[in-house]
Antibody, heavy 123, light 107 residues
Framework: QVQLQESGPGLVKPSQTLSLTCTVS??????????WSWIRQPAAKGLEWIGR???????NYNPSLKSRVTISIDTSKRQFSLKLTSVTAADTAMYYC???????????????WGEGTLVTVSS | DIQMTQSPSPLSASVGDRVTITCRAS??????LNWYQQKPGKAPKLLIY???SLQSGVPSRFSGSASGTDFTLTISSLQPEDFATYFC?????????FGQGTKVEVK
């Protein structure tokens, strides 16, 4: 299984842009077996899927965040990234990157996760 | 979006108990349902995919089943390391959605 590691600022001011990067190791980010996803979790709450990117650069976003989200991929650096614009306190959460396996017995599943990075939106 | 509703929450149990957690989908998702375990301060861990397929390395005391839009995660004999929060996730259609979580706590 691949290993993933998130990186980026832990504090973002309201109305600014949240930017995170996930570095993939132990496997190829160009593998057609995976989508590369971002998922977030506010403190003591549930999980929210933000969106995903495939190795060819195609993306899918959660409609609840679509107007503010951009996910990109840099295969040469083995990284994919998340940008979330116009953040508010409601965007304060633990942000995880995860590999979404396309072949979990004819469905998709999140096989590997990064350890997560806490992002706080505050002035 | 497909809504996933888990019950109960929380769940109080003792070591050795048989534990059952239920997840109900707001529409048919066939067998496209995954289960994750999350311990405090850690990322979720995949336990079961496609309703009943055990992820590699997961103990056989974990099992999954389905009846219509109701899905069940069963722990046959609860072990100390199983006290955690469990999430279901539908993988039928995007946006992928999760249940709100079931915390299994010490009775």
């Amino acid at each position: 299984q691949v290993q993933l590691q998130e990186s980026g600022p832990g504090l973002v001011k309201p109305s600014q842009t949240l930017s995170l990067t996930c570095t993939v190791s132990g496997g190829s980010i160009s593998s057609g077996n995976y989508y590369w996803s971002w998922i977030r979790q506010p403190a003591a709450k549930g999980l929210e899927w933000i969106g995903r990117i495939y190795t060819d650069g195609s993306t899918n976003y959660n409609p609840s965040l679509k107007s503010r989200v951009t996910i990109s991929i840099d295969t040469s650096k083995r990284q994919f990234s998340l940008k979330l614009t116009s953040v508010t306190a409601a965007d304060t959460a633990m942000y995880y990157c995860a590999s979404e396996d396309r072949y979990c017995n004819a469905t998709h599943c999140f096989v590997s996760w990064g350890e997560g990075t806490l992002v706080t939106v505050s002035s | 979006d497909i809504q996933m509703t888990q019950s109960p929450s929380p769940l109080s149990a003792s070591v050795g108990d048989r534990v059952t957690i239920t997840c109900r989908a707001s529409q048919s998702i066939y067998r496209y349902l995954n289960w994750y375990q999350q311990k405090p301060g850690k990322a979720p861990k995949l336990l079961i995919y496609a309703t009943s397929s055990l992820q590699s390395g997961v103990p056989s005391r974990f099992s999954g089943s389905a009846s219509g839009t109701d899905f069940t995660l069963t722990i046959s004999s609860l072990q100390p390391e199983d006290f955690a929060t469990y999430f279901c996730q539908q993988s039928y259609s995007t946006p992928w959605t999760f249940g709100q979580g079931t915390k299994v706590e010490v009775k």
